[in-house]
């Protein structure tokens, strides 16, 4: 698997406003995941995206992906003082055993 | 559904010494995966599993080893403990093919080496 490249490496914003956050990568996939991570705590999944979808829709959370351009964008409407987490988004090449590769990451603060 | 469990929560240990970090899972999933997450780090893969039996290892395997007796159970071993391992490890699992990839992770263990 390979690893996605976050942009940017934080982010704070105000409550109630949006947030966008990107990730590229290099090689094609068969689908590209987001993750939220909370202080202190292991990765919870948020959504799947595959690679024949361009956009993907769970509750406040809006994702596209440009395979042209190989990056995604994780949009969070209506932000919340919950939402204050780290964001990794993992490029899936295939069904492989060996684990998704997560990079840094994008913090997000939300200021109340 | 306890979903994937770890433990300990909190580990110090000095150098040399050795431990195993306890990873489990009941969701019956042939997939196993151990991380190490450093600060300002994304997560680097040690080791992983397809299924009881079989283990292969990650980006950084040096210094853990791994075994998997049973398709819940995926301890991670460290040998001979080294500052450089300090770090929080994080166990995931998921269901082998299908249409989902779906990662589950446990809370982590945060380990100190002195």
């Known amino acids: 698997s390979q690893q996605g490249e976050e942009d940017p490496q934080a982010l704070s914003i105000q409550e109630g406003e949006n947030a966008t956050m990107n990730c590229s990568y290099k090689?094609?996939?068969?689908?590209l995941q987001w993750y939220r991570q909370n202080s202190g705590r292991g990765l919870v999944h948020l959504i799947l995206?595959?690679?024949?979808?361009r956009e993907k829709h769970s509750g406040r959370l809006r994702v596209t992906l440009d395979t042209s351009k190989k990056s995604s964008s994780l949009l969070i409407t209506a932000s919340r003082a919950a939402d204050t987490a780290s964001y990794f988004c993992a490029p899936n090449s295939g069904g492989g055993a060996d684990g998704l590769t997560f990079g840094k990451g994008t913090h997000l603060i939300i200021q109340p | 559904n306890a979903g994937v469990t770890q433990t300990p929560k909190f580990q110090v240990l000095k150098t040399g010494q050795s431990m195993t970090l306890q990873c489990a899972q009941d969701m019956n999933h042939e997939y196993m995966s151990w991380y190490r997450q450093d600060p300002g780090m994304g997560l680097r893969l040690i080791h992983y599993s397809v299924g009881a039996g079989i283990t292969d290892q990650g980006e950084v395997p040096n210094g853990y080893n791994v075994s998997r007796s049973t398709t819940e159970d995926f301890p991670l071993r460290l040998l001979s403990a080294a500052p450089s391992q300090t770090s929080v490890y994080f166990c995931?699992?998921?269901?082998?093919?299908?249409?989902?990839?779906?990662?589950?992770f446990g809370p982590g263990t945060r380990l100190t080496v002195t």
């Open positions: 995206i595959r690679s024949n979808e």
């Open positions: 090689t094609s996939i068969n689908n």
């Open positions: 995931a699992s998921r269901l082998a093919g299908g249409s989902s990839y779906e990662q589950y």
